[in-house]
């Protein structure tokens, strides 16, 4: 395993990690849990991510326990929740970014997690609602506290990261220093684009998601439709619709061959590929069965094997590169 700064903090962090979204508490049961993690941490991983909202806090439970049952030595690790969309209450009050909601579902993801401090907290999606100035503060008091150790963001623009940014320069305040976007081969503009001056100004890290584009990437819907996989679960519809269309499994079967070729496999060459980035600090795997896992991790030994050649062969197929605007 790799490690790296996550930005300009000094926190080493796996550069791969591994997530529990759609299969801690839902997928899979506690032992397959225990088993994923520790297949993990044996292989170097030292980032778990988590959010209130997986499987509605249960995803934070399972994985809290494995922690405990584990007993692994609490510096040996990273583990992150995510503040936004609730654990599942629709009062208006159990979500968002305001004050009250974010030190409640600190206080909440501490408590399943069964840790005394949370190592990243993200501020899951933007809050249209709450002024920027309400959370920022909100973090910072969480840090002074000892209840988080680094904050950050998923899913908000550079311009809201920016402005958080302000008010704490403004303010004297501790500013976010990771973003968790979305990142794999069919989904490239913010990480490779929008947010390309600030990882120069602010240093901004990146935990990045869905490598394999839920598992589209890896090939395994080339030439059929599975079951048992995230795509059958019922309520995910719109998950499947978003990643199984004609034109994306046209150019999955085309990046097959290209993996072929290398002999490794397609989800090794997808997130290999995430990992060439030098602005991915880590990426975070998902697995619901531990030879996933397993194949997902070797991906870190095959990156060498993406020569500025295969690159190029990958660019042509994908035609999607994210270009900058023009002056
Ligand atoms: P991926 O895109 O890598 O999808 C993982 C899924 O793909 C697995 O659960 C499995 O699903 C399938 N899969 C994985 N490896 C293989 C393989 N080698 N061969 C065949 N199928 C495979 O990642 P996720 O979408 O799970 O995202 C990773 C993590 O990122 C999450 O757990 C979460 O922590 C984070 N995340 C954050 C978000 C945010 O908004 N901040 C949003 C989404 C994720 P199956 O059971 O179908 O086989």
Known sequence: MEYTNLGKTGLQISRLSFGSWLTFGKQIDEVSVRKLMCSAYDHGVNFF???????????????????????????SYIVSSKVFFGAGG????????????????????????????????????????????????????????????????????????MEAHMVARQNHLIAPVVEQPEYNLFARSKVE????????????????????????LSGKYNSEL???????????????????????????RKLANVASDLSITQAQ?????????????????????EAQLKENLASMNFTNRLTPKVMEEIELIMGNKPSFPNF
């Open 49 to 75: 991510d988590n959010a209130e909202i997986y499987a509605r806090g249960m995803s934070e439970t399972v994985m809290g326990k494995v922690l405990k049952k584990t007993q692994w030595s609490r510096d």
């Open 90 to 161: 629709q009062l208006p009050t159990q979500k968002g970014l305001n004050r009250k909601h974010v030190v409640e579902a600190c206080n909440q993801a501490l408590e399943r997690l069964q840790v005394d401090y949370l190592d990243l907290y993200f501020c899951h999606r933007p809050d249209k609602r709450t002024p920027i100035e309400e959370t920022v503060w909100t973090m910072h008091h969480l840090i002074q506290q000892g209840k988080v150790l680094y904050w950050g963001t998923s899913e908000w623009s550079a311009q809201e990261i």
């Open 193 to 216: 684009v929008e947010f390309d001056q600030i990882y120069r100004t602010v240093g901004l890290g990146t935990t990045v998601w869905s490598p394999l584009a839920s598992g589209v």
């Open 269 to 289: 060459l997808s997130i290999a590929w995430c990992l060439k980035n030098p602005n991915v600090s880590t990426v975070i795997l998902g697995a619901s069965k």
């Open 226 to 252: 599975p079951t048992g996989t995230r795509f059958s679960i019922e309520g995910l519809e719109w998950l499947r619709d978003k990643n199984l269309s004609p034109d994306k499994l046209e150019i999955s």
